[in-house]
């Protein structure tokens, strides 16, 4: 089955230090994927995607994604949190045979702390 | 300013009593599309809509009901709304359906249903 999961309900880390957010999926066919983030009381916001090319994507806010197909995998990354930072990320893909069709990670909730 | 906009924003109703979250966008999409987030399970989508008069049922589409009569709008119909169906619902719109750009989709505030 088709998938995008995202490991971690939660992440916690300290203003200035880097930060991860995992996300692994299992789709057929070239993998497109994506990070939305939802701020407190709105809805999703595109952060960036990866479609083919390099395995490091830049996005908006100073995030970045490093895309790895032997791992499966496609983690949020930024070298320096900010307290603004925290937010709820979702991990997207679409189901293999249309593009209408994504599949959304549960969530994972970002928290930093000053 | 380029947005999607739903309501209402909060709505609180009974079992039975039909309902509608209209959504609208401005920024002239093709492609729109209603999900609804639970805690623990993301986003799912319930229909979408490449075009005017071209929907399409998603993952999760029993109890809902979609129309797109004019671009900008595409309103989800709650026939017989159910404690289930209570939810956080989200309308989202893309510049084209089937491309790839139309995963770069623009989202409403949310509409946060309660249905007792």
């Known amino acids: 089955a088709q998938s995008v999961a995202q490991p971690e309900d939660q992440v916690n880390v300290a203003e200035g230090n880097p930060l991860t957010v995992k996300c692994t999926y299992s789709v057929s066919g070239n993998p497109y994927l994506f990070w939305y983030v939802q701020y407190p009381n709105r809805g999703l916001q595109f952060l960036l995607k990866y479609i083919t090319g390099d395995n490091l994507v830049k996005g908006s806010y100073g995030f970045e994604a490093e895309f790895n197909k032997s791992q499966t995998s496609f983690h949020l990354k930024k070298p320096s949190a900010l307290v603004s930072d925290s937010a709820l990320y979702f991990c997207?893909?679409?189901?293999?045979?249309?593009?209408?069709?994504?599949?959304f990670g549960a969530g994972t909730r970002l928290a930093v702390h000053p | 300013e380029a947005q999607v906009t739903q309501n209402p924003r909060y709505l609180i109703t009974v079992t039975g009593k039909k309902l509608t979250v209209t959504c609208s966008q401005n920024?002239?999409?093709?492609?729109m599309s209603w999900y609804r987030q639970d805690p623990g399970l993301g986003l799912r989508q319930i229909y979408y809509s490449m075009n005017v008069e071209v929907t399409d049922k998603g993952d999760v589409p029993e109890g809902y009901k979609v129309s797109r009569k004019e671009k900008r709008n595409f309103p989800l119909i709650l026939e017989s709304p159910s404690p289930n169906q209570t939810s956080l619902y989200f309308c989202a719109s893309s510049l084209r359906g089937g491309r790839v750009s139309s995963y770069e989709q623009y989202f409403g505030p949310g509409t946060r249903l309660t249905v007792t």
């Open positions: 920024m002239n999409h093709e492609y």
């Open positions: 997207a893909g679409p189901l293999s045979g249309g593009y209408n069709k994504l599949i």
